[in-house]
Structure formats: C-alpha cells, structure tokens
C-alpha cells in the first residue's frame, strides 16, 4: 500500500500563481522527499527534508514537515509554465527486519497555465 | 557527470517471453533501485541492489528478479511475461545504500501484448 498520500490529485493555476501539495503518511519517518516528473518521463529529486527539520527552502521551493500529523507540503511560489509536472512525496517506511525502502504517493498533478 | 542511462527506452513483449532491462548508474553510484510505475498502483518499490548484493526487495512475483555487476550496472528481468507487465520501468541510482537521495534514469516503457 502507498505509504504517502497527496493532495490534490490535480491543481491548476496561472503563471505567477502559488501552488501547495499536501502529502499525508501512515508510519513513523527518517526523512521525507519531494519528486518531479515531467510527463512520463523520470523523477527528478527536489528536496529532502529529515524527521527532525520544520522546513527547509529550495530555491522557489519551500517544504514543511509536520510530524505530529504526519504530513508535509510542498509550495512552489512564482510559478511557471516549465513547472508543470506531477509532483510526488517519498517516504522511508520500514520494510521489515530493519531495511527501508523508499515509498511513493500517488502524486499531485500540477498545471501552470502561461 | 553522465545521468543514469537505461537501455531499451521503449520494448514490445508477447505475453509468455521474458525482458532484460538495464540500467547504468551514475558514476560512483553503487546503488541501484528499481521502480515499476503503472497508472493504476503508481510508483512502486522492486528491489535496490548494492555492491553486487539485493539488499531489498518489494512485493513482487519471483518473476522479477535482478543483478547488479562489478562495475555497479544492473539488470532486470522479467519473465513469463503478463499483460499487467506493461509499465514504465524506472532504474535510480544512489551514492549509499537506502532510501535516501535517488537519481533516476528516463525509464523503460514495456508493453505487453
């Protein structure tokens, strides 16, 4: 099952708008990343924000981390049109016997509308 | 640095044939993860193989299986082929092993027919 969750599954807005992903997870954490992908191609890694840091800044990029709730958000402030693509949180649950394995949400289609 | 290359970008498979897909990491990279991206289930987990050793592994059939050579290269092959194969294969690469920062390749797009 997916480890995290995203939210929305679809967002669009306009060039210069901001846009939030949301991602919720189940289990306990190590670290949370945020992906790209642009269509059907493969991912390209944004940020990695530790179980211990609130927030952490990327450039136009900006991701908090709430471990109390389990969740995260993504803002991409300025947008652009290049920033269309579906964007994707990434945990480390615990596959068993010690050794984790990064999981995948289902991810957060985004579109910049120039 | 060269990204992580993987060969063939795009395959058509009878059911029932076997596939082999490889992957080249990074330079330096001695992980490689293999990910099988569907648009039903999404993104999900295969194996990762570090230092010639599968040091994880997914909730796959024995069908999928894999390797990874001396020089960190890997493979995946798939065999008894499905229709419910059909996927964009995604192969990453890492500098340690873990679910820590992954560089992916550009996938292989198998369908099975």
């Known amino acids: ?114 | 640095k060269a990204g992580v290359t993987q060969t063939p970008r795009y395959l058509i498979k009878t059911r029932g044939q076997q596939v082999t897909l490889s992957c080249s990491p990074i330079s330096g990279h001695r992980s490689v993860s293999w990910y099988q991206q569907t648009p039903g289930q999404g993104l999900q987990f295969l194996f990762e193989y570090f230092s010639e050793t599968q040091r994880n592994k997914g909730n796959f059939p024995g069908r999928f299986s894999g390797r990874q050579f001396s020089n960190s290269r890997s493979e995946m092959n798939v065999s008894t082929l499905e229709l419910g194969d059909s996927a964009l294969y995604l192969c990453a690469s890492s500098y340690r092993q873990g679910p820590y920062e992954q560089y992916f390749g550009p996938g292989t797009r198998l369908t099975v027919t």
């Open chain 1, 1 to 114: 099952s997916q480890q995290g969750e995203e939210d929305p599954q679809a967002l669009s807005i306009q060039e210069g708008e901001n846009a939030t992903m949301n991602c919720s997870y189940k289990t306990s954490i190590n670290n949370l990343q945020w992906y790209r992908q642009n269509s059907g191609r493969g991912l390209v890694h944004l940020i990695l924000i530790r179980s211990n840091e609130r927030e952490k800044h990327s450039g136009r990029l900006r991701v908090t981390l709430d471990t109390s709730k389990k969740s995260s958000s993504l803002l991409i402030t300025a947008s652009r049109a290049a920033d269309t693509a579906s964007y994707f949180c990434a945990t480390d649950g615990n596959s068993g016997a010690g050794s984790y394995q990064l999981t995948f949400g289902k991810g957060t289609k985004l579109s910049v509308i120039p």
